[in-house]
């Protein structure tokens, strides 16, 4: 075993003991000037250039793990469906009339097409190649000419189904064959996020960025606060006084910080805090919630962001991107949640022009590792979760 595993598994051990489920035990234990219990500061630079990388992350990871497939608003309400379509993963979730949620390989039984596209209300999915039609709970409804298949009776035919749950304002799937427990995966995340109701959020603004770098370093970038003062020196930088505290969760990172920390901003957050109950905490501070392996989630009581980095190639990502506003927002909770999404987009902008500048077309020759500062913690703890879950990857393929 070598060092790496040694201390990722010693690591979460550690986290499993002291902070695992209880949020409470990770705002006490770590608040991090430092990270010296990480045992190693360099990334090998390939992890960003190297296609075979990124294919076993796909296989090992994101067919392996939960994974974050569409917003939950995408389907309130009966006779829904939505899909995703990112990195060879087409599936579709549906919603049928009773309420219940499914989701299912977004591929035909006859010739593997793929059935449907984007978001709607519809009471049956039909396939637009041969005509196959298939209710909400992925049942064959009809087939034309359904004799005509030799001997093979395709009455009773199902859609290949995958595990489904909804948590944190988005519905999550997991193509594993043996998926861990949902609740378990998350380490006490979601006992943290409940008094937020995040299945209230609404869109101010959804989109999917395309843009020609490496999905880890976009990643990367949206938790780590050592760039901030260089890119973001007029807007974060200016409002922020103390760094951001990192707590783990397993697989998953949680940083707060204090933007704006002045007297009167009190008297706002008292009437923008619907929901509940909250701590003082979750009240006056953003709390950054990176769930492994691609979704990030920046939370306030009137606000949510979403944010989902899938790969595109091993040179690019597709960034589907949302800012939300809480379901009936009025007055100044309205205001006060577009105004934060307007900087938010300012402050995505200032990060995609500096990636554009500096992190396109990578060469893995020049400098061959990256080294890691106490500021870009978060970055070391990806790179540790990503590599144990590549070796259970290869564990089993071997």
């Known amino acids: 075993m070598g060092k790496m595993q040694r201390a990722t598994s010693a690591a979460n051990a550690f986290c499993d003991r002291l902070w695992g489920r209880g949020s409470d035990m990770a705002d006490q234990m770590h608040s991090l000037p430092r990270v010296g219990r990480f045992a190693d500061r360099t990334i090998d630079a390939r992890t960003y250039t190297d296609p075979n990388v990124l294919a076993m992350e796909v296989q090992a990871v994101f067919r392996q793990s939960w994974i974050a497939a569409v917003p939950s608003w995408k389907l309130r309400g009966p006779n829904r469906y939505a899909t995703l379509s990112e990195s060879g993963i087409d599936i579709v979730v549906t919603r049928d009339a009773n ?3 499914a989701a299912f390989h977004n591929r035909c039984l006859h010739r593997g097409s793929r059935i449907v596209h984007g978001c709607g209300k519809a009471k049956e999915l039909k396939c637009g190649y041969h005509g196959w039609v ?39 799937v997991n193509l ?46 949206a938790f780590d606060y050592y760039h901030v003062s260089e890119v973001h020196g007029q807007t974060i930088h200016a409002h922020v006084k103390t760094r951001p505290e990192m707590a783990l969760y397993g697989d998953h990172v949680r940083q707060n910080v204090h933007i704006a920390p002045y007297t009167w901003r ?45 790969p595109d190639g091993v040179g690019g990502t597709r960034l589907h991107y949302a800012f939300c506003k809480r379901t009936g927002a009025r ?4 205001a006060r949640a577009h105004a934060t999404w307007v900087a938010s987009r ?44 590549k070796g259970r990857g290869a564990d089993a393929s071997g």
């Not at 009437?271 to 003082?280: F, K, L, N, Q, W």
């Not at 007055?331 to 309205?334: D, F, I, P, V």
């Open 266 to 310: 009190s008297l706002i957050d008292r009437r923008c805090s619907r929901g509940g109950p909250y701590t003082a905490k979750q009240v006056s501070q953003l709390y950054k919630y990176t769930l492994f392996p691609n979704t990030m989630l920046n939370v306030l009581p009137y606000h949510l962001t979403v944010m989902r980095f899938w």
């Open 346 to 389: 300012i402050i995505l902008a200032e990060d995609v022009r500096m990636l554009l500048r500096c992190q396109t077309h990578p060469d893995s020759q020049a400098v061959q590792h990256h080294i890691l500062h106490d500021q870009e913690a978060a970055a070391i703890h990806l790179h540790e979760t990503l590599e144990r879950w």
């Open 176 to 221: 594993s064959d043996q998926p861990r427990d949902f609740s378990d995966s998350l380490c006490g995340i979601d006992a943290e996020l409940e008094p937020y109701g995040l299945s209230e959020m609404e869109p101010i603004e959804e989109r999917v960025f395309s843009i020609p770098v490496n999905w880890k370093v976009m990643l990367e970038n």
């Open 99 to 101: 309420g219940t949620l």
């Open 331 to 334: 007055g100044l909770e309205w």
């Open 134 to 172: 298939f209710g909400l709970e992925g049942r064959l409804i009809h087939a034309p000419a359904s004799d005509g298949f030799g001997g093979v009776d395709v009455h009773g035919m199902r859609l290949i189904s995958v595990p489904v749950r909804e948590f944190g304002g988005l519905i999550w």
